[in-house]
Each structure stands twice: as structure tokens, then as C-alpha cells.
């Protein structure tokens, strides 16, 4: 039997960035805050929480002063910003390049089209929605699917974006859609927004699930990108479990017809976990 970790998971250029900008500032023993929960992986977070790393929410990151506090890549809307300048907070931005780019992106057009409808195909309270919808003084509506699409008014204009870890075909159908309802002769534009190193991800990983006999999908229960991506493992092989670390592996799922088994796992999935589960699953064969 083999066990193979699939090379195309694992942590994202933005989570790789944030962590290693983490460890290089906790490595000069100064305390550091982090704004939220700097990956949807408890382990990880549990990692660097023993390398010193705390984890603050909103409310009391606006209660600190004169302290250094790490953005993670999902981004911040500019009232985050504001309290850190009031605040004498030193921000550690590790804000993902393409997040940033897009916020300037929503606030350019935001300002430059006041009668217009800035639209956001993501998850509604996800850390990169909010510092999106940020940008637009709240204003930005927020659609998680094509059901919610009535909630767009069709006979003004429409500028529409996506969160970046949504899936490409879905965000594909929903602009057909709205360019279909639209008004005649009123503006529709979008920006496909889509982060392709995450994009691509999905059928890359679909061929490693459908190649094992027995799939275990390592991510965090919070990671909107890892229910994605699991999902479409199982959509090709069933026989794919969402397990969160080497613990929850359920050995008895090895039948003696098993001949390899994948193990694979969302942007915000460690190698090392992975690892740990390949090596749970190799010392039970010892």
C-alpha cells in the first residue's frame, strides 16, 4: 500500500507569506498580536501561539496602544487602520498581494461610481468580505450564491467582484446571470477576482482524489476554502474523510484491498500536518 501527500496542497502564497513574517518577528522576542486567527488551522494557530503569537479580536485590538499587531493575508478595512494610527499601534500588514490589489480596486471604483452597486460574490462575515466591503463604506452588497442574486437591483448599474477563494465556475454562472436580468442599456462590469493559485487548485486536487482508493482530507473546520475543496474531492471519490489532524484518522478505514491513499488539504493546511497523518497511517502498516 502507498501513501501519498498531494505536492499541489498545503499552504497558499498569502498563508506562507503571513506565517514566516510571524515567526520572523516573534524570533526577536518582543511580544506580538495577531488580529484574528492568522490561518483557519487550530494546529498551526496552536504552533504559534507556543512561539508567542496572541490572538486578539476586533473589540480588543481597539483597547491596545502602543503594541505591535500582525494583519493577516485575508486583509483589513480601513477603520482598521484608523484605530492603529490612534491607537500608536504598529501593524505588521502580511495583508495576500491580490487582496490588497483588489481592495484598491473596490475603493478606486467605489469613489470614482457613486450610483452604482458594488456587488460581492463571498462569504458573508469572512475576514476578507468585511475588509472588502470596507472599502465601500459598507455600502457593498454581499451575494454567497446565485439564489441570493434578487438582492441586486437590476435597473442600476452593477460593478461585480469576488472574494477570492470562491469557485471560478460558480462565480462564471452568476455573471451570466445578472448580465442576462440586467436593464437594457445599463452598466454591468465585473472583475474576476478569483485567486488562481486557489482556483486551480480545485482540479488539480480532483485528480489526486480520484487516482487513491481511500482519500483523508486535512484542513481546519473554518476554512471556507477547505469545505470547497473537500467537497469536490468527494464529488469524484466517496471515499474521502475530512479529518482535522492525525488523530482523527480512523485506521479501520484501511481494508486489506486498500492500495494507496491520499492525503491532501486546503490553502490553510500546514505540510506538517499532512505529514503527521502520512506517518500515522505508515507505523500502523509497521
Not at 498581494?97 to 469613489?111: N, T
Not at 460574490?121 to 452588497?141: C, D, I, M, S
Request: aromatic fraction near 6%; glycine fraction near 6%.
Amino acid at each position: 500500500m502507498t501513501v501519498e501527500i498531494d505536492k499541489g496542497s498545503g499552504f497558499c502564497f498569502g498563508v506562507t507569506t503571513a506565517i514566516r513574517k510571524a515567526e520572523e518577528e516573534l524570533s526577536r522576542g518582543v511580544p506580538l498580536y495577531s488580529l484574528g486567527d492568522i490561518v483557519h488551522n487550530g494546529e498551526e494557530c496552536e504552533r504559534l501561539r507556543r512561539l508567542g503569537l496572541i490572538a486578539i479580536d476586533h473589540e480588543q485590538f481597539s483597547r491596545l496602544h502602543d503594541v505591535r499587531v500582525l494583519l493577516r493575508a485575508h486583509g483589513e478595512p480601513p477603520e482598521t487602520y484608523a484605530i492603529a494610527r490612534a491607537n500608536n499601534i504598529e501593524l505588521i500588514d502580511a495583508t495576500c498581494p491580490v487582496v490588497l490589489s483588489i481592495q484598491k480596486r473596490i475603493h478606486r471604483d467605489a469613489q470614482a461610481n457613486d450610483g452604482a452597486q458594488i456587488v460581492i460574490f463571498g462569504q458573508k462575515g469572512h475576514a476578507e468580505v468585511l475588509g472588502l466591503v470596507g472599502q465601500t463604506r459598507g455600502k457593498a452588497v454581499v451575494i454567497e450564491s446565485i439564489d441570493e442574486l434578487d438582492r441586486i437591483d437590476f435597473t442600476r448599474p452593477v460593478l461585480l467582484y469576488s472574494q477570492t477563494t470562491k469557485s471560478l465556475p460558480e462565480f462564471r454562472q452568476i455573471v451570466d446571470v445578472i448580465r442576462r436580468r440586467m436593464a437594457p442599456d445599463v452598466e454591468f462590469r465585473y472583475s474576476d477576482t478569483i485567486c488562481r493559485q486557489v482556483a486551480n487548485r480545485l482540479e488539480n486536487i480532483q485528480r489526486f482524489a480520484i487516482s487513491h482508493d481511500l482519500v483523508f482530507f486535512v484542513c481546519g473546520r473554518k476554512s471556507s476554502n477547505g469545505r470547497v475543496l473537500f467537497e469536490a474531492c468527494r464529488a469524484v471519490n466517496p471515499n474521502t474523510h475530512h479529518v482535522e489532524d492525525a488523530s482523527q484518522i480512523d485506521l479501520a478505514l484501511i481494508t486489506p484491498t486498500t492500495q494507496s491513499v491520499g492525503i491532501c488539504g486546503a490553502t490553510s493546511t500546514p505540510g506538517w500536518l499532512m505529514e503527521a497523518c502520512r506517518e500515522k497511517i505508515l507505523a500502523a502498516k509497521e
